[in-house]
């Protein structure tokens, strides 16, 4: 049987029997163990790079065009290097799924002097909050910077996948996915202040956890799910609050203590918006200090603290997703579970013990079959390095 690494080189030979010096990389999803939704406003989270991957082949041609191919979408993106930054290639793009790659290449701000062509290859699951969109983005410029030979920061190379989401999906993500996609480090837990961007490593006991996911099969799309509506809610919430005398720049900059003295200004909506993201701050270092202590049921609870403010404050569960956690919350060695990603579908994130994941997987999946007679996909993620070179 093939390896990965084979199927995408004769994706990229299929496609390209022209080319015959590639460069390969790999570039990973991510789960966000906890800090849901706070990653836009000034919060800490604690996101991790996983083991499935968008694996990228790219070849220069003579043609002076750019060429998108995935073995994952039927439609094939192709750009002449003259038309690059032209608005009607961009607006075409922006109904596309190459419309990542492509805003990578605008962007990147390189001075192209050949055509490139691309094939894509991904493991990952797509609408299922591990965040295709910023793997596909990240490992893009990634392969940009790697053959042009120039150098950039990883928190800059962040910051462009950031501006491509903005500027031509029309998603004002913040920063979290981008972050740990090119930051990963194997067993390692990235904990990143969203402010600074500065960040730590929070080992992970791989020998005593696992997080697996369970996919809803709900696909959403952050466009049309609200995460838009989220975001402008709490730039409400933190524009009412600036009004009232705080001196704050983001939401998480403000207590519980002090929002729940004023929360009488604040119409319903907003204030629930802005419990949520502080406290979800709140859970997040507490979440840190338990798990390098190895208190895993008391992390764990955090996890359920996190869901429910998601789903009563945030409100971005749906009942199907609510449900899932609570199955999960009945099984023995389930330390904790919640929704991950975006919300109105999508998966949850559950931290279990070694020794119950298969059981955990096997009960889920008859819930699940049972509630809506389909199997989930389900999948028991390693933490694992960031975006690479392969060859």
Partial sequence: MPSIIDTVIALHREHFPQSNDYALFASPGRINIIGEHIDYNGGTVLPAAIDKHIYICVSRNND????????????????????????????????????YPYGACVVSNIKFDYGLDFSFYSTLPVGAGMSSSASITVGTLYALYSLYNKKIKNADLALQAQKVEWDFAGVHCGIMDQMAIVNGKKDQAIMLNTQSMDFSYIPVDTSAVRFVLVNSGIKHSLRESGYNDRRRECEQALAMLKQAGFAIQHLCDCSLDDLIQIQNIL???????????ISENHRV???????QQYNLS??????????QSLSVNYEVSIPLIDEMVEWASDIDGVYGSRLMGGGF?????????????EYFAVTIAQKFKKKENRTPEIYECSIEDGTHRIE
């Fill in 285 to 291: 270092h507490q979440f840190a200090r338990e798990i």
């Fill in 345 to 357: 579908g999508g998966c949850t994130i559950s931290m279990v013990a070694l020794y119950a994941v």
């Fill in 64 to 99: 002076g065009i750019i060429r998108f191919v995935s073995a994952n979408h039927k439609e094939i993106g192709e750009v002449s290097l003259k038309n690059l930054y032209a608005p009607q290639t961009q607006s075409h793009a922006g109904h596309t799924w190459w419309v």
């Fill in 298 to 307: 008391k992390a764990g609870e955090l996890l359920y603290k996190s869901h």
């Fill in 267 to 277: 119409p319903q909506t907003e204030y629930k918006r802005a419990y949520h993201v």
